[in-house]
């Protein structure tokens, strides 16, 4: 099975993002990320599953996130969309979550032992999009 490459995964989900983004934000919020948006990349966490309808890795999938950063812990304002891209040309190319809620941050997000305490998602009832290539 031929794999995207990271920047095939990172071209369909700026394609796929300027596509679909007036559909899903405001003009208000499409200047905001034009001003100071921001995209950060990386495994997809768990929630992915019930998107998907099963368990999702990052050998499949690679997951953005676009968002307003912030100067103060957790250092994320807003999300505008989790983005889940495939890594395999002939699967359903990418699933979006618009405007998924951000979770109040509680943090420490580094406890004791070090580990990375990851956001928990639950908003999987929002719609869910997905892109056709």
Known sequence: ??????????????????????????????????????VG?????????????RPVTAREFTQYKVFKPS????????IYAWLLVSRYWDEQPCYALWKPVLEPYT???????GRRKLPVCPQVHLPVSRCQV
């Open 41 to 53: 990349c990386g495994s997809p966490f768990d929630f992915w599953e019930a998107v998907v309808g």
């Open 1 to 38: 099975m031929k794999r995207r490459t990271n920047d095939d995964t990172l071209e369909l989900a700026q394609r796929y993002f300027r596509e679909n983004v007036q559909a899903h934000l405001t003009a208000e919020e499409i200047d905001e990320f034009a001003q100071y948006g921001a």
């Open 107 to 113: 943090g420490p997000w580094f406890p004791e032992r």
């Open 71 to 78: 100067d103060t812990c957790p250092y994320v304002e807003r």
